[in-house]
């Protein structure tokens, strides 16, 4: 009995280790494939040199020798031991193989997102170019004041579909910062009640043009003045606004409310509700309506249009203003979307100071002298008729190096302000600011120098502070919102 276990050990342990250099012999074939091993391969036939030793020396003894209780048990349990650390040795290696995929995995998609935000920007810069044409012509246009009003109503129309556009040009760029995690919210002073007539301006527009009935209800705003990011705000409402109007057939309602729900002691909790009489939501589809190029059916996108990114970007924004976005709706009865936002209100001093800002009067600007650094020409010349029905001077550089010698040669106080293009032959406009910053002239580190450009992403807007601009301001022209910028950062002209 003694020696049928014995000899059994024996012969079920050759067994065993000769699977164990077949499994051996298998992964070492799988590490020569794979790239992270060169020379050093050598060494993975080592073990299996041993293994075949180790067989050899089981043999010998089951054939020709006398093997006892205690070498047969050390022979089988070493079988045993090189089967378990093989199976823990390849476990090991599934998982380091794993990690590395996924290490692989990251970058490749970490690439491929730095390669989309790079074509998202160029795509928003060659749109923006056109559009600053197109909104800064019909700008110039609309101010003509012998215009037919059959003609000011068309050209308000393009100027309204103008702003639309532009509108989803920044959604799409704004979206691929939201994917990136460099989507920020700006904290600058701003009057509330500014954002919201813009809003109700632009979404009156389009309800008129498609035929349905306005409202805008405003309860308890007892402030005006805060610290937040408007342009973001009023991108957030016209979302809301822009998806009711696109789904709600005429006749129907488009109502914006807005009130004050919560007053702390520094900030306000503000209530945004946008309701219609639209198409509505199934229940089902309601929590999918956040994600990304969700729509319900393919109906809708055929019969309605949309990106489906405007309300996925919406949250994004209303989250990073510390609140969120709720929403109820009714298959053929309607839709309402709420936000919550909480924004920091203004000191009455403060407020006051921005107030006495705001209202200093155009005609300080008057008779002012701009530097104006464009390489395009009718870009150049759209800027310089618009500024000039401001009652502004202005002088042109074809490129960065000639803004760098035009502001050299000239004395102290010969410019107010550097309306600056970043994107330039030559030398481009980051450079050209930080030459100017540098250079030997009384006014280089005082002279106001504003972004004025199409570039306009928040690698863009963060370059050019770091470059020396006082503030970076993107295409097309808004040429109220140039002029507030200007008669803020100007020093008073000399007599």
Same mark, same amino acid.
């Given at each position: 009995m003694v020696n049928t276990v014995i000899y059994g050990m024996v012969y079920l342990g050759s067994a065993i280790m000769i699977y164990n250099i077949y499994n051996y012999v298998r992964y070492t074939r799988q590490l020569e494939n794979t790239e992270s091993w060169g020379k050093e391969r050598r060494i993975l036939y080592l073990p299996i040199a041993l293994l075949v030793l180790f067989l050899i020396g089981y043999l010998v003894v089951g054939i020709f020798g006398h093997p006892d209780l205690v070498i047969s048990g050390i022979l089988f349990g070493g079988s045993i031991f090189v089967f378990i650390i093989f199976h823990?040795? =390849?476990?090991?290696?599934?998982?380091?193989?794993?990690?590395e995929q996924k290490v692989a995995e990251l970058s490749a998609a970490e690439t491929v997102s730095r390669l989309k935000s790079r074509f998202l920007s160029s795509v928003s810069h060659e749109m923006r170019t056109p559009m600053n044409v197109i909104i800064g012509l019909d700008t110039i246009a609309l101010k003509n004041p012998d215009l037919p009003e059959e003609t000011r109503e068309q050209l308000q129309k393009i100027d309204t579909n103008a702003h639309h556009l532009l509108c989803l040009i920044d959604n799409l760029l704004d979206m691929s910062s939201v994917e990136s995690g460099e989507l920020q919210i700006q904290e600058e002073p701003f $009057?509330?009640? $500014?954002?919201?007539?813009?809003? &109700?301006?632009?979404?009156?527009?389009?309800?008129?043009?498609?035929?349905?009935?306005?409202?805008?209800?405003?309860?308890? @705003?007892?402030? &005006? $003045?805060?610290?937040? &990011?408007?342009? +973001?705000? =009023?991108?957030?409402? @016209?979302?809301? $606004? &822009?998806?009711?109007? +696109?789904?709600t057939p005429a006749p129907g309602r488009v109502v914006l409310t807005v009130s004050r729900t919560e007053c702390g002691v520094e900030q306000d909790t503000l209530r945004f509700s946008v309701s219609d009489t639209g198409v509505g939501m199934d229940p089902e589809f309601v929590s999918q309506i956040f994600e990304t190029f969700s729509q319900e059916d393919a109906t809708s996108t055929t019969y309605y249009s949309g990106s489906g @990114?405007? @309300?996925s970007l919406g949250r994004s924004i209303a989250v990073l203003m510390g609140g969120d976005i709720e929403v109820r709706s009714e298959k053929d009865r309607g839709s309402t979307f709420t936000v919550t936002a909480k924004l920091k209100r203004m000191e009455e001093a403060e407020a006051a100071e921005e107030a006495e800002s705001d209202s200093v009067s155009a005609d300080v600007l008057v008779g002012i002298r701009v530097l104006v650094a464009e390489d395009i020409d009718l870009n150049a010349e759209i800027l310089e008729d618009l500024l000039e029905m401001e009652g502004i001077l202005s002088e042109r550089a074809r490129d960065g190096s000639e803004a760098v010698r035009m502001f050299c040669e000239h004395e102290s106080g010969y410019y107010s302000a550097i309306l600056m293009d970043l994107r330039m032959p030559v030398m481009d406009g980051l450079s050209a600011t930080e030459a100017i910053r540098s250079a030997d002239h009384p006014d280089s580190v005082s002279i106001p120098i504003l972004a004025l450009t199409a570039n306009t992403s928040v690698e863009d807007r963060r370059n050019a502070l770091e470059a020396g601009m006082n503030q970076h301001l993107a295409k097309p022209v808004d040429i109220e919102q140039l002029c507030t910028v200007l008669r803020k950062q100007i020093r008073p002209p000399k007599a």
């Open positions: 823990v040795l =390849e476990r090991i290696t599934k998982r380091i193989q794993m990690d $009057s509330l009640k $500014s954002v919201l007539d813009l809003t &109700d301006s632009i979404t009156r527009n389009q309800c008129e043009g498609k035929g349905l009935v306005y409202e805008s209800r405003r309860e308890n @705003l007892a402030w &005006d $003045s805060y610290r937040g &990011d408007a342009l +973001k705000l =009023e991108q957030l409402l @016209l979302i809301l $606004s &822009d998806n009711a109007v +696109k789904y @990114l405007g @309300l």
